[in-house]
């Protein structure tokens, strides 16, 4: 499969713990985005990452929220001391970039349960 | 500030028939609309996209439409199968901008 992958697909955290969500782009690809949907709503844009550089990180929370993709591995969400309000789907998207409008391919996604 | 909005959650559809979803957007520097299907328990999937130069793309059974003065797009899809009963989620975004706009979504319900 040489899609976007995601893992875990299912998270379930207790208030106060870290929740950590891996994404593996699609290969070749060298751009990836982190987008959260909350129940009911669209996804929202966090934050936009090359590889060693984090490029748009406008729609993170200031806090408790960071995200990697180093040289190697897959990139990283991370969220320190979940509340419940973190509880949602995080999809991961990547694309090729060089193209300004190159569509993005997305994971299925990493549910958070947060309790 | 919801940028981009999918006013109908929800459409239920005959098999065969013609299926618009429509989507409506606030900020007129929007200038590359897409529009991606979404299943259950599976990420959104890209199906057709429209660059504001134009005011209509067709890829097969799937058409999408951009009025700009109204800041509106649709999709149709002709004929309608079961297989697109899907959440469809409208985006939006700059040339160069570094992230997507997206609605809301509807629910499509095509009916055998």
């Known amino acids: 499969n040489a899609g976007v992958m995601q893992n875990p697909r299912h998270l379930v955290r207790r208030r106060g713990q870290e929740a950590r969500l891996r994404c593996s782009p699609m290969k070749g690809h060298s751009h990836v985005y982190w987008y959260r949907q909350l129940p009911e709503e669209g996804l929202k844009f966090m934050v936009y990452?090359?590889?060693?550089?984090?490029?748009?990180e406008s729609g993170m929370p200031k806090e408790r929220f960071s995200a990697e993709f180093p040289k190697e591995g897959p990139s990283i969400l991370r969220i320190q001391q979940v509340v419940r309000g973190d509880s949602a789907a995080y999809f991961c998207?990547?694309?090729?970039?060089?193209?300004?409008?190159?569509?993005?391919?997305f994971g299925n996604g990493t549910r958070l349960t947060v309790t | 500030d919801q940028q981009v909005k999918q006013n109908s959650p929800s459409l239920s559809v005959q098999e065969g028939r013609i299926s618009i979803l429509n989507c409506d957007y606030t900020n007129s520097m929007f200038d590359y609309f897409l529009w991606y299907k979404k299943y259950p328990a599976e990420g959104p999937t890209f199906l057709i996209s429209i660059s504001s130069i134009k005011d209509k793309n067709e890829d097969g059974r799937f058409t999408v439409f951009l009025n700009k003065s109204a800041k509106h797009l649709s999709l149709h899809i002709v004929p309608s199968q079961p297989g697109d009963s899907a959440v469809y989620f409208c985006a939006a975004t700059l040339t160069g901008a570094n992230n997507l706009f997206f609605g809301t979504g509807t629910r499509l319900t095509v009916i055998p």
């Open positions: 990452l090359q590889k060693e550089n984090i490029i748009d």
């Open positions: 998207a990547s694309s090729p970039g060089g193209s300004d409008n190159s569509p993005l391919h």
